[in-house]
């Protein structure tokens, strides 16, 4: 197990250079860059700007600006963003745990939320509560994020039980450290729940269908032969074997821990890493965009590997292959 | 001979379909039955209702089942009987044991009594070794072990507690013919040593006729003939068992055609009013399109035909 687990992780490296250098390549010879929009103002003469490209190393060949990159990630260097001046490490610090703070929890809650639901949908299959849970989650499925989240915010601004936007409320400065993290957390809140609205349908959806197919299996059937009580039927026979595709899931979840909370970040006005990279995709400021696509590549190749070893611990036939 | 289970005019079915009509037979102690028939006639059915756990559309709608003096039809602790008193093995026992856990852990798990772990698995062990497996065997998973030997772990299991009935829905099917003799010997040695009763499902008559000491022949749902083993297969009374009979590889010499039965099995949905076998039957008459014959005992026999009795001239 430890050997596969450090083979898998020897793998990590060339895939990243791999997906790094295709994605470098992608942006630098899709047409414009960051000077681009300079050019259009005539107080700036061409020189100053081909100075600047200079300055910022632009003016070399593609292949040689991403090994420029290459070799200052190694000692831990992101570079510098284009249109703030300062190193990207230092803008997406505080960016990067609030993201991940806000999925996190939103990841959690749908998990604690829907893995229940889905069970409960299952063992209560075609009955009345069942239909009605199955009736709000394609409704939840159906409604695109943001329109949950318009919905989300409007309730909020009219009834003002919790605050919106930001991180922190005006008397952040003067709070004890467990009124700060309380205040954090109420601030959380709204996003938190807009994600866990429009995540939890197909969650609830995909285990409740998990289960019910474990339900149907022959094994089930032997279980119920054998005269075992039936929680066990269900939470040992039929759970185990039901978790097993939900653990892929999970992997890919941990991946969109960047990413997937983008669009409700904007919209809620939560300083997370959404709308940095995208202001940072539309102003075409490379190294900005670059660390967000590396610690998102990352995070997608441990999510694999997480969920490749839960699903190993699980399953007894992945483990011996 | 004690009677250890006696099925009195079973019925199953919904309000659409009848999948059993008027199912009656009895099992002795240490006796064999077999439940012969083509596929969709209601073999594993009689099994799964003998057990309780039909499909939830289906239900028991009028009969008696006595089982070791309870009636099981409205008897509602089903539990304390499944496992405990009747044990039941499978067609695929592949697929029928949770691919999740250890051969030690599901065996285990079926034991009734309140014992300690280390005990437990001692008797896992040792039923497992009467099964002719080794010992090593409790800590493998089922994907590890060979069809014949998965089948193996399935009988320990449903052994474990000297149950009184064992029902086996063709345990022998999915298995290569060598191995499967294996599992036959071995269900033959369990008659005496465990003083078990079997109800075996299968296709194959000659099988059924080596297997067990009485022969139950099924059709679309009713039970046309049941008798001892021998004569059921020596010397035929319903016009579906001799055809049956007389499809046997071993009845026709080399290069011979094979006949086979003309006709298709009729569907559940849309049976005959009268005799299911009557479309197929060469010796049909009016009376059989009408009527569902009754039981006529003959020759040590029950056959559901109105070729016996009085019943032809009409």
């Known amino acids: ?321 | 001979m004690k009677k250890l289970l006696n099925v009195r005019n079973v019925v199953v079915g919904n309000e659409e379909i009848k999948i059993l009509r008027e199912i009656s037979f009895e099992v002795n102690e240490k006796e064999i039955v077999s439940i012969v028939g083509e596929s969709g006639c209601g073999k594993s059915m009689t099994l799964k209702t003998i057990i309780k756990l039909l499909p939830k559309n289906l239900e028991i709608l009028s009969g008696e089942i006595y089982f070791d003096g309870i009636e099981i039809v409205k008897y509602d602790a089903m539990e304390k009987i499944r496992g405990k008193e009747i044990g039941m093995i499978f067609q695929e026992p592949s697929s029928y044991l949770n691919p999740l856990f250890t051969i030690g852990n599901q065996v285990e798990e079926a034991i009734k009594e309140k014992i300690e772990k280390k005990e437990k698995k001692e008797r896992v062990i040792k039923i497992l070794k009467e099964m002719g497996l080794s010992s090593n065997v409790y800590y493998q998973y089922p994907h590890q072990l060979s069809g014949g030997m998965q089948q193996r772990a399935m009988i320990a299991m449903s052994l474990i507690n000297n149950p009184k009935l064992l029902l086996a829905d063709e345990p022998t099917t999915a298995l290569d013919l060598t191995t499967a003799f294996g599992i036959i010997d071995l269900l033959k040695n369990l008659v005496t040593k465990y003083n078990l009763s079997i109800i075996f499902v299968t296709h194959d008559i000659s099988l059924a006729k080596y297997i067990s000491d009485k022969i139950l022949v099924m059709y679309a749902g009713i039970i046309v003939e049941k008798g001892p083993s021998n004569l059921v297969y020596t010397n035929p009374l319903h016009p579906y068992t001799q055809k049956l009979i007389n499809c046997l590889p071993e009845k026709y010499k080399k290069g011979e055609r094979i006949k086979t039965i003309e006709g298709q099995v009729p569907s559940l949905k849309d049976l005959p009013e009268g005799c299911p076998f009557s479309p197929r039957c060469e010796y049909k008459k009016k009376i059989c399109e009408n009527y569902i014959p009754g039981e006529i005992k003959i020759e040590e026999r029950n056959v559901r035909c109105f070729k016996y009795g009085n019943f032809m001239e009409s």
Not at chain 1, 43 to 64: A, C, H, Q, Y
Not at chain 1, 81 to 102: C, D, E, G
């Open chain 1, 1 to 321: 197990m430890r050997r596969y687990i450090l083979n898998r992780l020897f793998q990590f490296i060339p895939l990243l250079i791999g997906m790094t250098f295709i994605s470098f390549l992608i942006i630098q010879i899709s047409p414009g860059d960051y000077f681009t929009q300079l050019k259009m103002n005539p107080e700036i003469s061409p020189e100053t700007i081909e100075n600047m490209r200079k300055l910022f190393g632009l003016d070399r060949p593609v292949i040689i600006q991403y090994f420029y990159w290459l070799k200052n990630i190694f000692t831990f260097n992101l570079g510098e963003s284009f249109s703030y001046h300062v190193p990207v490490s230092f803008l997406i610090k505080v960016r990067l745990k609030n993201t991940i703070a806000l999925s996190i929890f939103s990841i959690l809650l749908t998990w604690i939320i829907s893995i229940p639901l889905g069970i409960y949908g299952a063992i209560k299959d075609k009955s009345f509560n069942e239909r009605v849970l199955s009736f709000f989650a394609y409704i939840g499925i159906s409604l695109p994020s943001f329109f949950i989240a318009m919905l989300v915010i409007f309730f909020i601004s009219k009834t003002a039980i919790l605050p919106l936007g930001g991180t922190t409320s005006i008397f952040y400065e003067n709070a004890s450290g467990f009124e700060k993290f309380i205040d954090y957390l109420k601030h959380l809140l709204v996003p938190g729940i807009i994600l866990t609205l429009s995540g939890i349908g197909s969650l609830y959806r995909l285990m409740k269908n998990n289960f019910l197919e474990a339900l149907n299996s022959p094994y089930i059937f032997t279980a119920c032969a054998k005269g075992i009580p039936t929680y066990k039927i269900y939470f040992k026979h039929a759970l185990r074997n039901a978790i097993n595709p939900m653990i892929t899931i999970f992997g890919y979840e941990l991946s969109g821990i960047l990413s997937g909370a983008g669009l409700v970040e904007i919209i809620t006005g939560w300083p997370g890493m959404g709308r940095l990279v995208l202001e940072g995709v539309l102003s075409f400021d490379l190294y900005l965009v670059m660390a967000s696509l590396l610690i998102g590549g990352i995070l997608l190749i441990f999510g694999n590997l997480l969920a490749d070893i839960l699903l190993a611990l699980v399953d007894p036939r992945v483990r011996l292959r």
